[in-house]
């Protein structure tokens, strides 16, 4: 006489996932790429809050931030945790030895200067070093990019430390003023393409 199988079930209690909860595990924790005309908003937003209450003054305006994002997208890096943009950099193309007022506003294609116009953190972010990270990944990616061989910026006295740290040279003040502000103007030689595809995995 056999003796009769005993199955049991076992019911395991069913976890219900929220979109948002989905979301979270399903974007990067952290990730890097070029900004598009869609992150305008958040570009200006971070911008804003970071140079209003210092200078009074932006960088770029928001017409200007989606004028150079439609332009030349592939001159400026995001950085985004969980989908959320915490740092990002905005350049254009410029080609003249030394920046003058119209480089603010305009983007000259096919040239061999990249003028970055802002770097920005998001007030939450910063005091964590995100800002020399992004511009050290930024100078190794227009290092990977063919004919770019100099980035320029502009930044205010105080500013001159951090991107010297990072490897840049003084050029003297800078004919640029804004709201009666004075800058200094600074430069980063890039090296030529094979020593970007030795040491920057191009």
Known sequence: MKTPSLFLKWHTPVRVVTPLQQRRHTLPASEFRNLTPQDAISVFEIEREAFVSVSGECPLTLNEVLNFLGQCPELSLGWFEEGQLVAFIIGSGWDKERLSQEAMTRHVPNTPTVHI????????????????????????????????????LICEDFLVPFYLKAGFKGKGPSAISVSNMHFQEMEYTLRGQAYARRNSGC
């Open 117 to 152: 116009h802002v770097l920005s953190v998001h007030r939450h972010c910063r005091q964590q070093g995100k800002g020399s990270i992004l511009l050290w990944r930024y100078l190794q990616y227009l290092r990977c990019m063919p004919g770019i061989r100099r980035a320029l």
